[in-house]
């Protein structure tokens, strides 16, 4: 436990990341970290500009159309 404390923070990433790729391999790891990713903006204001004229139907309706989603 010493042994942590006395680590820079770098050398606690490197450990981290270490970890979750021995532990969850490099796929696993690569998405845990992409959970945390800090975004930029704000995503209410920009959905709400993107899909203002649009309805949840039309919505899942292109989504049907561009093969995003399945047709039921």
Not at 6 to 28: F, V
Request: no cysteine; glycine share 8%; charged share 35%.
């Amino acid at each position: 436990m010493s042994k942590i404390l006395d680590m820079t923070p770098i050398e606690i990433q490197k450990a981290g990341w270490e970890a979750l790729k021995k532990q969850l391999g490099l796929p696993g790891a690569l998405r845990f970290i992409l959970q945390y990713e800090k975004g930029q903006g704000d995503y209410t204001e920009l959905r709400r500009e993107l899909f203002k004229d649009e309805t949840v139907e039309d919505i899942i309706n292109r989504m049907k159309k561009e093969g995003k989603i399945k047709q039921f």
